[in-house]
């Protein structure tokens, strides 16, 4: 176990040191060049990087498929949630399931930061943020057990 150990914290600090020696440098041939040409509007003189959207920037663009239901229709205490469960809709925007595979093969699943369930069984509504609530807890620690 010790040999496995050392391999692990050696190849971690190499992999950190590298990682660092890569961002050090001089700052002098860090600008982005300058054309002295004209270029039309459209082109540009450094390339440009676009950001990928995250999970809840994309959810927020992407139009729901027509069989998703409302979720407010859907998320509703002590109501089933549907099984199977891919997402809902929230003013026509797609909202994908929020979920966690737990470890007996379910799937648990949170919206809204306040409600949860595992798709076919009852939906659970926290008080406040599901990290606060003592019932949520005790279920992902059983999920992921």
Do not use: N
């Not at 040999?3 to 020696?21: E, P, Q, S």
């Not at 409600?115 to 620690?141: C, E, M, N």
């Amino acid at each position: 176990m010790g040999v496995v150990l050392r391999t692990f914290v050696m190849i971690a600090a190499g992999t950190l040191v590298a990682g660092l020696a890569a961002g050090c440098g001089s700052d002098e041939g860090d600008a982005a060049p300058v054309a002295t040409d004209s270029a039309s509007p459209s082109q540009s003189a450094s390339p440009t990087v676009e950001a990928s959207p995250t999970a809840s920037e994309e959810s927020s663009q992407t139009a729901a498929p027509a069989s998703w239901p409302d979720c407010s229709d859907t998320w509703v205490a002590d109501a089933d949630l549907p099984s199977p469960y891919k997402g809902c809709a929230a003013d026509g925007i797609a909202v994908p399931a929020d979920s966690i595979h737990c470890s007996m093969g379910a799937v648990l699943v949170t919206y809204d930061d306040r409600f949860w369930g595992v798709p076919g069984h009852v939906i659970s509504q926290s008080k406040g943020p599901l990290q606060k609530d003592a019932r949520y807890r005790r279920t992902r620690a059983t999920c992921t057990a």
